[in-house]
């Protein structure tokens, strides 16, 4: 946890490199007491990867170990103002996370710099990067929720426990769905390809005719095993599948676009349009809720 470097004590000057925004990343992550092999876990990296790039930081902050430079971060927060509707959880967040009472867990695909995936990492639906203030370039995760209150809110009205029930559910169902959109990523690329080179796209749109077929048989059987709980919490079995076939025909389309879109969130997440009237359905009803 230490991370002794050989580099001088120092303070960082206003003309000191800036971080990048993965480096400050696993700043973050180091600040709440991870080790390396779990900061390692959340970013798709090896524990190697992390003690190289924290000793850079080190380097570019000025400072000799993780406990200064984890000092510079939080005087650097204390500083700068941030915006109200700011997420002030890190991220990735674990599989284990429950400390916002609005989240919403969604499993999604990072990819790597030739959009191939990579690996996947839990996020909220209520996530999405906004521009800061006054500025061209810097980011940062928002709450469409807004601020505290507002999460607290939204909580309240769709229920909290729903909501730990459905986190559940979305973290058993995850197993299945994301190696399933994975995979079927994997095999559009393929499509796209042979359309582009004038070759037949059909086996590769045999193959996801065929990886479809499973996935919908393994969900079917999962929402069947929690058919008792699925109806407590008022989600229909039969309009999960529909919508999960609706998605997957458009994919299956040689015509459709080899990109990662809203199309396959229904694949990391029970559908939003199935739940019951009581639950906001759209990010402008969420909206509404926070004010």
Not at 240 to 248: E, K, M, V, Y
Request: with cysteine.
């Amino acid at each position: 946890m230490g991370h002794e470097g050989n580099h001088a004590a120092a303070s960082p000057t206003p003309g000191s490199p800036k971080l990048t925004p993965r480096q400050k990343l696993m700043l973050e992550l180091a600040s709440i007491e991870l080790s390396d092999d779990e900061i390692a876990a959340r970013l798709n990296l090896s524990p190697r990867s992390i003690r190289f790039q924290l000793e850079r930081i080190f380097g570019m902050l000025g400072v000799r170990n993780r406990s200064e430079a984890i000092a510079t971060l939080m005087d650097s927060k204390r500083r700068a103002p941030r915006p109200i509707d700011e997420c002030p959880y890190p991220k990735p967040f674990p599989a284990n996370f429950e400390e916002c009472p609005a989240y919403q867990a969604l499993q999604v695909v990072t990819p790597d710099e030739r959009s191939r995936p990579a690996g996947r990492i839990w996020t909220c639906r209520h996530l999405e990067g906004r521009l800061m203030a006054k500025t061209r370039h810097r980011w940062y995760g928002a709450c469409v929720l807004g601020d505290t209150a507002g999460r607290k809110r939204w909580a309240e009205r769709a229920g909290p426990d729903r909501l730990r029930t459905l986190n559940h559910l979305l973290h058993e169902l995850a197993p299945v769905t994301a190696s399933f959109a994975q995979r079927l990523w994997e095999l559009k690329g393929d499509q796209v390809r042979a359309l582009e080179q004038k070759q037949d796209p059909k086996p590769a749109t045999l193959l996801m005719e065929s990886v479809a077929a499973r996935f919908l048989g393994d969900i079917e059987a999962f929402l069947d095993r929690r058919r008792r709980l699925l109806e407590q919490n008022q989600l229909a079995i039969d309009e999960c599948l529909n919508l999960a076939r609706r998605q997957i025909d458009r994919v299956l389309d040689p015509g459709s676009p080899a990109e990662w879109d809203n199309r396959f969130d229904v694949l990391m997440r029970l559908p939003e349009d199935v739940w019951s009237a009581s639950l906001l359905k759209s990010r402008e009803s969420a909206i509404q809720a926070a004010r």
